[in-house]
């Protein structure tokens, strides 16, 4: 055990904080603009499963078989799925952009469905004083659907996103440098795993734990305004 | 020429079939009104107009103009010369009352701001609620909500109004100041058809009297007709149970 | 895009595939069972348990639910040497995943035992039910049905969750697919062929589990 305290200065020495700095600052970024990235698809997504008509079937069935699918699949699996993918058109991808669209799939196929529940709590005589002023879809989306579910849908969205810091420990091992795979570095430059992973965990739960709560203090904040919303309603 | 002709309007709902063989024509200007008891599909009248339920059979005129509600287009263009007001006000509460109001004739019909603004505060002066322009719904009671509903519709300037059981979510005394406004509006020569349920308001207020069953119309009469001298059973035993409070 | 999809090569090797997918589920269901009766344990003394005992639980679930999986193993595997407990690559992916499942299935039994109603264990009592019997008859059939599809869709989690151990040199269906695909250069096909089985194993589980649930004890899950 005195091996750790000895390493600790050589640990702690500037050019591995900036390294460790770095590999945090990549694993925010690709979780933040992964999963905003996936957000958007997923709206595009639910808007395609709504739309009407006989003419859009297919294009319903793709909606419901792309988040049925990508739900069943590991993340890593995904990650390489999409490397190999595109490796086939473009010989020599930035890595980066390959596991943001991975993440952006992933994200995609598991907040469709809490974006999809969010707006259909819509009270239907909503949508239908929209149509009859001639809304149309979008508008009656951006105006209407939108500004009062955002309550409902954001929160499990964040959710989402913090518990996904975790999984991109997971890319590292496509050649991303994010956080984990920093640590087995060091790890393997000789530094001992205890001290290593004992810190690489400390540093991913900082990011986590804080938002974690935030996200379900927000959950909580915002169902008691919208309760204390209805409540005043029903005067 | 009727403003609106109604022919053999059937409707189902959901392999249901709510209206069977409904026909009724309104003048401009006229009022009508749709009575019957609960599941006699007029409401569903009113939705079938606005393309909100699948018509299945039968046709509507508008003016002369007949509208297809298997198109897109036609439904659009009818619900441009018609407005409908609904039993929950359906109020959009995302927004205020300013809002609610011009939304639909700025971001529709891309009529100037300013322009629509300074029509919705006289609209709003009409139905009684100028000062709660910036109100949001969730702060005002049932009835200015549904006056607040009633002016959203006006602002389209539509050619016919329906009014869907209007006053059957408020509360009695909240009830009063939602007819007084359509009392209001049928002076001003305002075509619409009206459900409801408020009889002593429908002798007042319709020069036409719609009586409806399961589905079907069973008879048509003046209020004076309807109320005092029956023709059918159905109507005799409908207007007896209403009369007797 | 001049690729020409041999999915043929692969697919001759599905022996290697199964062999993976067999060693996917037998890590899920390793961790799952040996780690859910801790997850019961802390669940227990979360709700009920001595006051100088709930605060390390708190504290042990919330550090587990806040680290990856991977670098719990990483801390084992490469770590524990350093103090002399060498584990195999298997062990320490399975402690991580018991881990993991204590610490999860802990927050949801947690929320199954919180959600016993005070009003159905009243009119028991008032029915002339013993405690003991309360607990048989009403409370815990409740809190059953509450927790149940909760642990299902965890365990269809954990499963896809393995693909992980394929970091550490385990060969799961993901490391199996991706060694095949090493030594034939067919890499698409075989991670296909390996996200297919994965649809299939997490749809098949999914769809019995619902049906225990249905017919055992009367949850009405989605078949999806």
């Given at each position: 055990m005195d091996s750790i305290l000895e390493q600790l200065p050589a640990f702690f020495s500037l050019p591995n904080i900036i390294l460790l700095g770095e590999a945090v600052g990549v694993t925010v970024a690709l979780t933040f603009f992964g999963c905003s990235l996936g957000f958007l698809f997923a709206f595009l997504l639910v808007m395609a499963r709504?739309?009407?008509?006989?003419?859009?079937?297919?294009?319903?069935?793709?909606?419901?078989?792309?988040?049925?699918?990508?739900?069943?699949?590991?993340?890593?699996?995904?990650?390489?799925?999409?490397?190999?993918?595109?490796?086939?058109?473009?010989?020599?991808?930035?890595?980066?952009?390959?596991?943001?669209?991975?993440?952006?799939?992933?994200?995609?196929?598991?907040?469709?469905?809490?974006?999809?529940?969010?707006?259909?709590?819509?009270?239907?005589?909503?949508?239908?004083?929209?149509?009859?002023?001639?809304?149309?879809?979008?508008?009656?989306?951006?105006?209407?659907?939108?500004?009062?579910?955002?309550?409902?849908?954001?929160?499990?969205?964040?959710?989402?996103?913090?518990?996904?810091?975790?999984?991109t420990s997971l890319v590292g091992y496509l050649g991303v440098f994010e956080l984990a795979f920093r640590g087995r570095e060091l790890n393997n430059q000789g530094f001992s795993g205890i001290l290593v992973f004992g810190v690489v965990a400390l540093l991913y739960f900082c990011l986590s734990f804080p938002l974690m709560r935030f996200g379900q203090w927000l959950e909580k904040r915002l169902a008691t305004s919208r309760s204390q919303q209805s409540q005043r309603e029903l005067r | 020429?009727?403003?609106?002709?109604?022919?053999?309007?059937?409707?189902?709902?959901?392999?249901?079939?709510?209206?069977?063989?409904?026909?009724?024509?309104?003048?401009?200007?006229?009022?009508?009104?749709?009575?019957?008891?609960?599941?006699?599909?007029?409401?569903?009248?009113?939705?079938?107009?606005?393309?909100?339920?699948?018509?299945?059979?039968?046709?509507?005129?508008?003016?002369?103009?007949?509208?297809?509600?298997?198109?897109?287009?036609?439904?659009?263009?009818?619900?441009?010369?018609?407005?409908?007001?609904?039993?929950?006000?359906?109020?959009?509460?995302?927004?205020?009352?300013?809002?609610?109001?011009?939304?639909?004739?700025?971001?529709?019909?891309?009529?100037?701001?300013?322009?629509?603004?300074?029509?919705?505060?006289?609209?709003?002066?009409?139905?009684?609620?100028?000062?709660?322009?910036?109100?949001?719904?969730?702060?005002?009671?049932?009835?200015?909500?549904?006056?607040?509903?009633?002016?959203?519709?006006?602002?389209?300037?539509?050619?016919?109004?329906?009014?869907?059981?209007?006053?059957?979510?408020?509360?009695?005394?909240?009830?009063?100041?939602?007819?007084?406004?359509?009392?209001?509006?049928?002076?001003?020569?305002?075509?619409?058809?009206?459900?409801?349920?408020?009889?002593?308001?429908?002798?007042?207020?319709?020069?036409?009297?719609?009586?409806?069953?399961?589905?079907?119309?069973?008879?048509?009469?003046?209020?004076?007709?309807?109320?005092?001298?029956?023709?059918?059973d159905r109507a005799r035993e409908f207007v007896g149970k209403i009369l007797r409070h | 895009m001049n690729y020409t999809f041999q999915f043929g090569v692969v697919l001759t090797r599905w022996p290697e595939f199964l062999d993976g997918a067999w060693i996917t589920i037998e890590l899920a269901l390793a961790g799952f069972w040996l780690g859910a009766p801790f997850a019961l344990l802390l669940a227990w003394v979360r709700t009920s348990g001595p006051r100088w005992a709930k605060i390390p639980a708190a504290a042990y679930v919330t550090f587990l639910t806040n680290i990856p999986v991977l670098i719990q193993v990483w801390f084992l595997y490469f770590g524990l040497p350093d103090v002399g407990i060498l584990f195999n690559k298997y062990v320490c992916v399975v402690i991580a995943l018991v881990a993991a499942t204590s610490a999860y299935g802990c927050e949801i039994m947690r929320a199954g035992f919180l959600s016993a109603h005070r009003a159905e264990i009243e009119a028991a009592e008032t029915l002339g039910f013993s405690r003991p019997q309360t607990v048989w008859y009403v409370v815990v059939p409740h809190i059953v049905r509450t927790i149940y599809p909760a642990l299902a869709n965890y365990f269809i989690v954990l499963t896809l969750s393995t693909s992980m151990a394929m970091i550490v040199g385990i060969n799961e269906l993901t490391g199996a697919a991706l060694y095949i695909a090493s030594e034939n250069y067919r890499n698409l096909e075989s991670i296909t062929v390996a996200a297919v089985l994965y649809i299939l194993i997490t749809f098949a589980m999914s769809l019995s589990l619902a049906l225990v649930g249905r017919w055992a004890f009367r949850v009405k899950a989605r078949i999806f």
């Amino acid at each position: 055990m005195d091996s750790i305290l000895e390493q600790l200065p050589a640990f702690f020495s500037l050019p591995n904080i900036i390294l460790l700095g770095e590999a945090v600052g990549v694993t925010v970024a690709l979780t933040f603009f992964g999963c905003s990235l996936g957000f958007l698809f997923a709206f595009l997504l639910v808007m395609a499963r709504q739309t009407p008509g006989r003419w859009a079937i297919p294009l319903r069935g793709t909606s419901i078989l792309f988040v049925e699918l990508f739900r069943r699949v590991p993340f890593l699996v995904t990650s390489y799925l999409v490397l190999f993918a595109i490796v086939i058109v473009i010989k020599n991808p930035s890595l980066f952009i390959v596991v943001l669209i991975a993440i952006a799939i992933y994200a995609t196929a598991y907040t469709a469905d809490i974006i999809r529940g969010g707006f259909e709590s819509i009270p239907r005589q909503q949508i239908e004083a929209a149509q009859t002023l001639n809304f149309g879809r979008w508008r009656t989306m951006f105006y209407v659907i939108i500004p009062q579910s955002w309550p409902v849908i954001l929160p499990p969205l964040i959710i989402f996103m913090v518990a996904f810091v975790k999984d991109t420990s997971l890319v590292g091992y496509l050649g991303v440098f994010e956080l984990a795979f920093r640590g087995r570095e060091l790890n393997n430059q000789g530094f001992s795993g205890i001290l290593v992973f004992g810190v690489v965990a400390l540093l991913y739960f900082c990011l986590s734990f804080p938002l974690m709560r935030f996200g379900q203090w927000l959950e909580k904040r915002l169902a008691t305004s919208r309760s204390q919303q209805s409540q005043r309603e029903l005067r | 020429m009727p403003h609106l002709e109604v022919s053999n309007l059937s409707a189902s709902y959901a392999s249901l079939a709510v209206l069977h063989d409904v026909s009724l024509s309104l003048e401009k200007g006229e009022v009508a009104a749709l009575i019957g008891p609960s599941g006699s599909g007029k409401s569903t009248i009113l939705r079938v107009l606005m393309g909100l339920t699948a018509c299945t059979g039968g046709k509507a005129v508008l003016d002369g103009k007949p509208i297809d509600y298997q198109s897109a287009a036609s439904v659009r263009a009818a619900r441009d010369r018609m407005a409908i007001v609904f039993q929950q006000y359906n109020l959009f509460q995302n927004m205020d009352v300013m809002r609610n109001v011009t939304i639909a004739p700025i971001k529709i019909k891309r009529r100037p701001r300013a322009e629509v603004e300074a029509e919705a505060i006289k609209i709003l002066a009409r139905v009684g609620l100028a000062e709660k322009a910036r109100a949001y719904p969730d702060q005002l009671s049932g009835g200015q909500q549904q006056r607040v509903a009633i002016a959203r519709a006006l602002a389209l300037k539509p050619e016919i109004l329906l009014l869907d059981e209007v006053t059957s979510a408020l509360d009695p005394e909240l009830v009063n100041e939602v007819l007084d406004t359509i009392r209001g509006l049928a002076r001003d020569g305002m075509t619409m058809l009206i459900v409801s349920h408020e009889m002593a308001f429908v002798r007042e207020v319709a020069s036409k009297v719609v009586m409806m069953d399961k589905g079907r119309v069973v008879e048509v009469g003046t209020p004076a007709e309807i109320f005092d001298r029956p023709k059918s059973d159905r109507a005799r035993e409908f207007v007896g149970k209403i009369l007797r409070h | 895009m001049n690729y020409t999809f041999q999915f043929g090569v692969v697919l001759t090797r599905w022996p290697e595939f199964l062999d993976g997918a067999w060693i996917t589920i037998e890590l899920a269901l390793a961790g799952f069972w040996l780690g859910a009766p801790f997850a019961l344990l802390l669940a227990w003394v979360r709700t009920s348990g001595p006051r100088w005992a709930k605060i390390p639980a708190a504290a042990y679930v919330t550090f587990l639910t806040n680290i990856p999986v991977l670098i719990q193993v990483w801390f084992l595997y490469f770590g524990l040497p350093d103090v002399g407990i060498l584990f195999n690559k298997y062990v320490c992916v399975v402690i991580a995943l018991v881990a993991a499942t204590s610490a999860y299935g802990c927050e949801i039994m947690r929320a199954g035992f919180l959600s016993a109603h005070r009003a159905e264990i009243e009119a028991a009592e008032t029915l002339g039910f013993s405690r003991p019997q309360t607990v048989w008859y009403v409370v815990v059939p409740h809190i059953v049905r509450t927790i149940y599809p909760a642990l299902a869709n965890y365990f269809i989690v954990l499963t896809l969750s393995t693909s992980m151990a394929m970091i550490v040199g385990i060969n799961e269906l993901t490391g199996a697919a991706l060694y095949i695909a090493s030594e034939n250069y067919r890499n698409l096909e075989s991670i296909t062929v390996a996200a297919v089985l994965y649809i299939l194993i997490t749809f098949a589980m999914s769809l019995s589990l619902a049906l225990v649930g249905r017919w055992a004890f009367r949850v009405k899950a989605r078949i999806f």
